[in-house]
């Protein structure tokens, strides 16, 4: 078969899955899933390439776009929509957009992965400039859809990268970022859905994660700059804090209640005894990176 179809192939470890017991169906796909973290593991280096690309434009007031059709735009969506509450972004700082708009993220729209007109409208619609990421994603590589976008947006000089699980996608050819996360024939065949759709967000999570680390959304592995929008959330607000402060949690509740949930207000306030507007002003001018404020 065409390697251009890779995603498509026929696995023979499942042929027999419609016949097994639930159980051992279940082991099939499990050991189908296996495979992911390898393929994803074998493509670290092109992903370390992206996030540094991504960071560069974050420094420049770029926004990073991730454009997918089907199940792909879907994962892209998502992840976007997590970086405001998780690092508190502004909403158009990571976004997500999938063929066929919204109502794409619960019916699938006819035709839409291959409307090449529909990714012009979008790209026009999002006024996308040279200092904007986009990170094309697709199974297969090929939808007309994502390849359109990511041509225009080579022309007009921005920063592409593409993320498939097939070696030989169109995509590789408007990409400055090639990342393919091998992953083979899926246990039921060509539903993408499954170990490549993994892989995706695996790689989707590894991309957002980073970039926001190097941008200084956290300190150490905490969530410095999460937004406490519910009371779980206002609890790792908490631990946060006194964890950094070393101080007792009742300090730190006292202290976030006081100037509503601003973690990094409040770590100045209970270590350096700053007010808010000095805290602010301090964490304005290095960037709101705090480790640079501690050295």
């Given at each position: 078969?065409?390697?251009?179809t890779a995603t498509e192939l026929i696995n023979h470890d499942t042929m027999n899955i419609d016949l097994?017991?639930?159980?051992?169906?279940?082991?099939?796909?499990?050991?189908?899933?296996?495979?992911?973290?390898?393929?994803?593991?074998?493509?670290?280096?092109?992903?370390?390439?992206?996030?540094?690309?991504?960071?560069?434009?974050?420094l420049h007031a770029g926004r990073l776009f991730y454009v997918g059709a089907g199940t792909s735009g879907?994962?892209?969506?998502?992840?976007?929509?997590?970086?405001?509450?998780?690092?508190?972004?502004?909403?158009?700082?990571?976004?997500?957009?999938?063929?066929?708009?919204?109502?794409?993220?619960?019916?699938?729209?006819?035709?839409?992965?291959?409307?090449?007109?529909?990714?012009?409208?979008?790209?026009?619609?999002?006024?996308?400039?040279?200092?904007?990421?986009?990170?094309?994603?697709?199974?297969?590589?090929?939808?007309?859809?994502?390849?359109?976008?990511?041509?225009?947006?080579?022309?007009?000089?921005?920063?592409?990268?593409?993320?498939?699980?097939?070696?030989?996608?169109?995509?590789?050819?408007?990409?400055?970022?090639?990342?393919?996360?091998?992953?083979?024939?899926?246990?039921?065949?060509?539903?993408?859905?499954?170990?490549?759709?993994?892989?995706?967000?695996?790689?989707?999570?590894?991309?957002?994660?980073?970039?926001?680390?190097?941008?200084?959304?956290?300190?150490?592995?905490?969530?410095?700059?999460?937004?406490?929008?519910?009371?779980?959330?206002?609890?790792?607000?908490?631990?946060?804090?006194?964890?950094?402060?070393?101080?007792?949690?009742?300090?730190?509740?006292?202290?976030?209640?006081?100037?509503?949930?601003?973690?990094?207000?409040?770590?100045?306030?209970?270590?350096?005894?700053?007010?808010?507007?000095?805290?602010?002003?301090?964490?304005?001018?290095?960037?709101?990176?705090?480790?640079?404020?501690?050295?």
């Open positions: 078969m065409d390697k251009k097994v017991g639930t159980h051992e169906m279940l082991v099939m796909i499990n050991k189908e899933d296996k495979k992911v973290a390898d393929a994803v593991e074998k493509c670290i280096p092109q992903i370390a390439k992206a996030v540094d690309i991504i960071v560069r434009n974050f879907r994962l892209g969506v998502l992840d976007a929509s997590e970086c405001p509450p998780t690092f508190n972004t502004p909403p158009d700082m990571v976004q997500g957009i999938i063929a066929g708009g919204d109502k794409a993220l619960r019916l699938a729209i006819e035709g839409a992965e291959d409307s090449e007109e529909m990714a012009l409208q979008d790209f026009e619609d999002y006024d996308i400039c040279n200092n904007d990421t986009i990170v094309g994603i697709s199974a297969s590589g090929d939808a007309k859809y994502i390849c359109k976008f990511l041509q225009v947006a080579k022309l007009k000089k921005c920063k592409t990268i593409a993320i498939t699980s097939n070696p030989n996608a169109k995509m590789k050819e408007y990409a400055d970022c090639f990342i393919c996360a091998e992953t083979g024939a899926e246990a039921i065949s060509g539903s993408t859905r499954m170990k490549a759709g993994t892989a995706q967000k695996m790689i989707l999570n590894m991309l957002s994660t980073a970039s926001m680390i190097k941008i200084g959304k956290t300190y150490h592995n905490l969530m410095i700059d999460v937004k406490p929008t519910n009371m779980k959330l206002k609890r790792r607000a908490v631990t946060i804090v006194s964890e950094i402060c070393a101080c007792k949690e009742l300090t730190a509740l006292n202290v976030l209640e006081e100037n509503g949930y601003k973690i990094k207000h409040a770590i100045l306030n209970i270590l350096y005894g700053m007010n808010y507007e000095e805290a602010d002003k301090l964490l304005k001018e290095h960037n709101g990176v705090l480790r640079r404020i501690f050295e």
